[in-house]
């Protein structure tokens, strides 16, 4: 369901939630903490140029899509972790229900958006 | 004084070049280019294949420059090695004393002269800020030890001239609320995208907690400023700048008044903590610029 409607690329550990409803694997770099610096004055793709930065399309997503609750929207500004490789081609649903798409690496630091600014 | 001693206590304005690319050839090239730039600057920025073309490798001209006694800033991006190859490059360049390191997500594999290439991108530039973090931590992504693990003045970048402002602005935070202890901005030409930049992580704290360096390119003449903004993602450089130097008699000159005016402004701005030059010309002008406003190791 998920292949038609955001282009979905099965990386087994969605975060459209976080990200505006928008699939940051489609970026050609697949950023999970985009955008790079590579934007176009116009807002488009470094490596793409005639399509939109997924970044910027997710940022504008979160801001303005209607009937996202506020805590996603705030997400977008939150560290998301490395993929895990390993859960590529997995059902994001199975992997959501069972939370194997919140583990990290034990040595992960990342950021506690609790304490953090 | 270490950039390190700078980047903590901001005593004074802060100067960093980025060293040239080193095709290979011998370690007398990169001591003549020491030679010439070293003295001038407090840090020299080592780049890792830099607009995504091969040259000697970030952590061998690290090693070389750190033999030669400089302080050396490691650029680390994520385009060309997995998550396993950059730790590895990171703690064995500790080993060799180099401990101050610059994530950075990279330019695309289509800026480069080999398209072709795979590109990996397997951590961002806010991920590897805090795998490069735990590393100084003494930790491995994996959680697995370093073995007396040195302690690493992690830094990053950011653009503050391509969309959208409010988005780079928190990115911004991201990387240093990860770890970020100073942040070399990319080269831009609209002074009013700068202003609005460093008044927004002014206001969200990013400049107590990390020192921010806005980059300059000294260039000789108009044609640079058009093929940068042409070519290279993430630039641009309006008509008026080209114009400016273009209409110019003696465009050298003229392109030097440009550089002296963005230096001017990046330094007035609160929450500017020093400059980052890249060096186009290679002629006398870094010497000449840090001259002019008592920047780096000669003039302190």
């Not at chain 1, 609750?69 to 997400?75: G, Q, V």
């Not at chain 2, 990171?90 to 002269?113: E, Q």
Request: glycine residues 8%; aromatic residues 4%.
């Amino acid at each position: 369901m998920k292949k038609p409607i955001w282009d979905c690329r099965m990386c087994g550990q969605c975060v459209l939630h976080s990200t505006g409803m928008t699939c940051p694997m489609t970026c050609p770099k697949t950023l999970r903490n985009g955008p790079c610096g590579g934007v176009r004055e116009n807002g488009n793709c470094e490596v793409i140029p005639e399509m939109q930065c997924v970044w910027v399309k997710a940022n504008d997503r979160a801001e303005n899509m209607p009937l996202l609750p506020k805590s996603w929207r705030e997400e977008i500004s939150h560290l998301r972790p490395p993929v895990n490789n390993a859960l590529k081609g997995d059902s994001s649903w199975l992997n959501l229900i069972n939370g194997k798409d919140r583990e990290t690496p034990s040595g992960w630091i990342g950021i506690d958006h609790e304490d953090a600014h | 004084m270490s950039f390190e001693s700078l980047v903590k206590n901001r005593t004074r304005p802060i100067v960093t070049a980025e060293f040239p690319s080193i095709n290979g050839g011998t370690l007398d090239q990169v001591a003549r280019e020491w030679e010439r730039l070293g003295p001038l600057v407090d840090a020299v920025n080592v780049t890792d294949n830099p607009a995504a073309h091969a040259h000697s490798s970030n952590v061998s001209v690290a090693i070389a420059l750190q033999n030669l006694g400089a302080d050396v800033i490691m650029q680390v991006v994520c385009r060309d090695k997995n998550r396993i190859a950059i730790q590895a490059d990171i703690v064995g360049a500790a080993m060799h004393g180099i401990t101050t390191v610059c994530a950075l997500t990279g330019d695309d594999v289509t800026a480069g002269d080999e398209p072709e290439a795979r590109r990996v991108f397997d951590l961002d530039g806010p991920q590897l800020i805090s795998v490069a973090t735990g590393l100084s931590q003494g930790t491995f992504l994996s959680g697995r030890k370093v073995t007396d693990h040195k302690e690493l003045l992690v830094g990053g970048v950011e653009n503050p001239f391509a969309p959208p402002m409010q988005t780079r602005i928190k990115r911004a935070r991201m990387k240093v609320d990860a770890g970020a202890k100073f942040l070399q901005l990319q080269i831009g030409y609209q002074p009013e995208m700068l202003e609005e930049f460093m008044a927004g992580i002014v206001a969200n704290g990013v400049t107590k907690d990390a020192a921010i360096m806005p980059t300059v390119i000294l260039t000789k003449n108009s044609r640079a400023l058009s093929f940068m903004n042409d070519k290279v993602a993430g630039i641009v450089v309006p008509q008026n700048v080209i114009d400016r130097v273009a209409n110019s008699e003696d465009q050298p000159e003229a392109s030097y008044q440009l550089v002296k005016d963005s230096v001017e402004l990046a330094l007035s701005l609160p929450g500017v903590a020093g400059i980052h030059i890249t060096d186009f010309r290679h002629d006398d002008t870094v010497a000449r610029l840090v001259s002019d406003f008592n920047l780096g190791p000669e003039h302190n």
